[in-house]
């Protein structure tokens, strides 16, 4: 649990200097909700990658994930601005399960 809390904020911190330094600001607040869309995607996808889940759960939590981003993205933006903060989950967290799908264990925490 200690990995998944570094790399939600890790992803979180990196995101967010990226966004707001190199790649234009949208102003701080979007960057940091898309960068706390991406941690969340790095972290739940590290957390659920283990046997115990299987792929429907890790599925219905990936898509709980992405609900949850999607109201807060609604009452803090709008619908417009929240979008773009799921398409970051989704990639980041179909990227981190090929990145494991090469190795032969099928698991990036092994």
Not at 2 to 14: D, K, M, P, S, T
Not at 17 to 33: K, M, P, R
Not at 84 to 105: E, L, N, R, T
Request: hydrophobic letters at 60%.
């Amino acid at each position: 649990m200690q990995r998944v809390i570094i790399y939600f904020f890790a992803g979180i911190v990196i995101s967010f200097l990226l966004n707001y330094f190199l790649l234009g600001s949208q102003g701080w607040a979007l960057d940091l909700y898309y960068a706390i869309a991406f941690g969340a995607a790095w972290g739940m996808a590290y957390f659920l990658d283990d046997e115990k889940f299987t792929l429907a759960q890790k599925l219905g939590i990936s898509f709980l994930g992405m609900g949850i981003l999607i109201i807060f993205g609604v009452l803090l933006f709008d619908l417009e601005k929240a979008v773009p903060s799921v398409i970051k989950f989704s990639m980041v967290f179909v990227a981190y399960y090929v990145f494991a799908s090469f190795k032969s264990s099928k698991s990036l925490r092994r």
